[in-house]
């Protein structure tokens, strides 16, 4: 990497770190592009030649933490054997991520803000498409490996998707204990669902 290029590198991280706690602390709606410009020293021209706006900053930021989600759940996937097992630690390890991470509440105050521009609309949908990716691969290795019914994995991975990012939303308000077992409790009713067997 040559140094104009590593400068560069430098410039946005430092931008994209002092804006991480800012939307931690204050929030998103609360939280300026002047307020970057005072933490970091960057003009405002600066920032918006790396992030293009507030709305685009945020969304990188959500996407480092999409990534970081990743790795810390591919470091610990092997720890679970089976396709359920699998889904459950996922449970658990959403539960404490949601719980635990600086950028929960500013992202709601982000997803709630209706108007966005078409290219964060994109970005987001790209985000959503990696989650569902995610969820179906998962489910279908549940079948390959015979643990699962041959079903229809697309509409499944919604659901699934669906069910975590409510149980996201209400869990904020528990204590971590009851949060863990809400969680596992969705993944009971997922895998097992809650109706009776006919005799």
Known sequence: M???????????????D?????FAQKGYKATSIEDIVKATGCSAGNIYYHFKNKEG????LLEEWSTEWDKTWLAKET??????????GM???LALD?????????SDEFFNNSEKAPDVEERINELVKGYLDFNQQLLQRGIDNNE?????????????????LGLSQHSRRMKREEALATYRLAMDVFLHG????TS
């Open 57 to 60: 900053l945020f969304i990188y």
């Open 79 to 88: 720890l679970y054997p089976t396709t359920i097992d699998k889904l459950y």
């Open 18 to 22: 002092a804006a991480r706690a800012l």
């Open 98 to 106: 949601q719980l635990n991470h600086p950028l929960t509440k500013a």
């Open 148 to 164: 699962f019914e041959i079903i229809n994995v697309t509409g499944l991975a919604i659901i699934l998707d669906c069910l975590m």
């Open 91 to 93: 449970a658990e390890h």
């Open 194 to 197: 809650i109706a009776k067997p």
């Open 2 to 16: 040559n140094k104009k290029k590593q400068q560069t590198e430098q410039t946005k991280k430092k931008i994209a």
